[in-house]
């Protein structure tokens, strides 16, 4: 009787939910809530595991505790592979897919549409003060006070790939800051430079002014959802879902959802399932 008993417990639960995770900030969030509610939609079960370390949810992805994440190229290539940045989104693209494919049995996704590269902010006054346009007239300010990210300050394709390839050092002070911190702190003066993201809400809900690349610095960080080997079959009807939001999520789009989260402080769920709905992709 104690066996029939623990046999039905245990088969009672039915299949292994389909684990979703994302990064720690509003924008992956969103990733992972479009990707939960389609999902859904079909009838799989789903286990959201949100606001992971960025390095905690590739791990989990190899480890098979996360099943399906948004990831971006750029961050494939350099943080991930240890390969050099490179520029051309559809090589970047090409080499991460064949790469994880053959290293782990993971499988980039048709990217969503838009890149979320990083882009240096700054005061539009004190763009104007300086002359400063792009990312090329860095060398000629002085005294700049920046605010990095912590992985900004040591990245091949941050703050010291940037210095290089510019010449040398431009900032005479170096803060290192949690993501979150550091729009306010540009806005209100504590700092000069900041090292953003560029679909982050907060860029026209604060008024900063991006620098152009015109070094063509950084490279693509093109988002798309990066899976495991379980996820479709936890999620059978879920690659056709994400095959029809691939290219539907521009870099407006995706800075005009950041907003409503970030700025107008919804909830990132509403804002996904109303996206989708717009978009024709949920009833």
Do not use: H
């Amino acid at each position: 009787r104690l066996l029939a008993l623990t046999l039905l417990v245990g088969c009672s639960g039915g299949p292994a939910p389909l684990v979703v995770g994302s990064k720690p900030f509003p924008e992956s969030e969103l990733i992972g809530e479009l990707v939960a509610q389609l999902a859904e939609a079909d009838g799989a079960r789903v286990d959201r595991k949100f606001y992971l370390g960025g390095q905690v949810c590739f791990e989990a992805l190899k480890k098979g505790d996360v099943d399906v994440y948004g990831e971006y190229t750029g961050t494939g290539l350099v943080n991930i592979l240890g390969e050099p940045p490179a520029t051309d989104p559809e090589a970047v693209f090409a080499r991460v897919k064949t790469e994880f494919a053959s290293r782990w049995g993971l499988e980039w996704l048709p990217r969503l549409g838009f890149n979320n590269t990083y882009a240096m902010l700054v005061r539009p006054q004190d763009a104007a003060a300086r002359g400063l346009k792009a990312l090329s007239g860095l060398p000629k300010t002085n005294g700049l006070r920046c605010g990095f990210d912590l992985e900004f300050a040591d990245r091949p394709d941050g703050y010291k790939g940037l210095a290089a390839a510019l010449g040398g050092p431009f900032c005479a002070e170096v803060r290192q800051m949690a993501p979150d911190l550091m729009y306010d702190a540009l806005a209100r003066g504590d700092v000069d430079l900041i090292s953003g993201y560029s679909t982050d809400g907060r860029i026209a809900a604060l008024r900063l002014q991006v620098l152009a690349d015109d070094k063509r610095f950084f490279p693509p960080y093109d988002a798309a959802p990066l899976a495991g080997p379980k996820a479709f079959a936890k999620a059978p009807k879920l690659r056709a879902r994400l095959e029809a939001l691939a290219g539907r999520l521009t870099d407006a789009k995706m800075t005009r959802l950041n907003a409503a989260v970030v700025a107008e402080k919804r909830q990132a769920k509403d804002v996904a399932r109303e996206f989708l709905a717009a978009e024709g992709l949920l009833k």
